[in-house]
C-alpha cells in the first residue's frame, strides 16, 4: 500500500479529532443528549443538595427566587469519566424504557426547601465508586412542566 501525503494528512487529522473528542476539548457529548452538563453549575435560583446514605440519595431542593417553582419525580443520573459526565442507565433502560408518574410538587418561593428520597440500588445494577450528578428539571409552577424549564445538578461520591 502506498502512501500518499494526502492519505497521511486525512489520517493525522483523524487521529487529532479523535484525540480532541476523547478529552472533550468540543461540546460534543452523545451521552448528555447534546446538552453541557457544566451549564448547570451556576443556577442560583434553584440550589440543588445531594446527600448519600447507604443505598439513598437525599436530594434538597432549595428555592432562592421570588416565584413558586414546581418538579416532578423524574431524574437523571450521571456517572463523571474523566472530564466528561455519562449518563447512567436505569436498569432495563434499554429495553423497555423508563416510565415516571405523573406527579408535580409545589416548591415554594424564598428560601423555602424540600428533600426527596430517590433510592439508587433498586433503579440501576449497582453504583461503581466514583462522582455522580443527579440531574433534575424544575418548571415555574405557572407554566407548568412543558413550559419553561431550569435543570439544576447536585452531586455525590461513591466510595
Not at 466514583?130 to 419553561?148: A, M, S
Request: with cysteine; net charge positive; hydrophobic share 40%.
Amino acid at each position: 500500500m502506498k502512501f500518499t501525503r494526502k492519505k497521511i494528512v486525512s489520517l493525522l487529522i483523524c487521529v487529532v479529532a479523535v484525540f480532541a473528542l476523547d478529552r472533550g476539548l468540543f461540546a460534543l457529548n452523545f451521552f448528555v443528549s447534546g446538552r453541557n452538563m457544566e451549564r448547570f453549575e451556576n443556577q442560583q435560583s434553584v440550589e440543588m443538595q445531594v446527600r448519600l446514605d447507604g443505598e439513598t440519595a437525599y436530594v434538597q431542593l432549595i428555592n432562592n427566587s421570588d416565584d413558586d417553582k414546581g418538579f416532578g419525580e423524574e431524574f437523571t443520573l450521571y456517572r463523571r469519566f474523566g472530564w466528561r459526565w455519562r449518563r447512567v442507565f436505569f436498569r432495563g433502560e434499554l429495553r423497555e424504557g423508563v416510565f415516571w408518574r405523573s406527579i408535580a410538587f409545589l416548591l415554594p418561593a424564598n428560601g423555602h426547601s424540600t428533600e426527596v428520597e430517590i433510592s439508587l440500588y433498586h433503579r440501576f445494577d449497582g453504583l461503581r465508586r466514583g462522582e455522580y450528578r443527579i440531574v433534575k428539571d424544575v418548571f415555574f409552577e405557572d407554566t407548568g412542566p412543558r413550559g419553561d424549564n431550569i435543570r439544576v445538578a447536585g452531586g455525590f461520591t461513591v466510595h
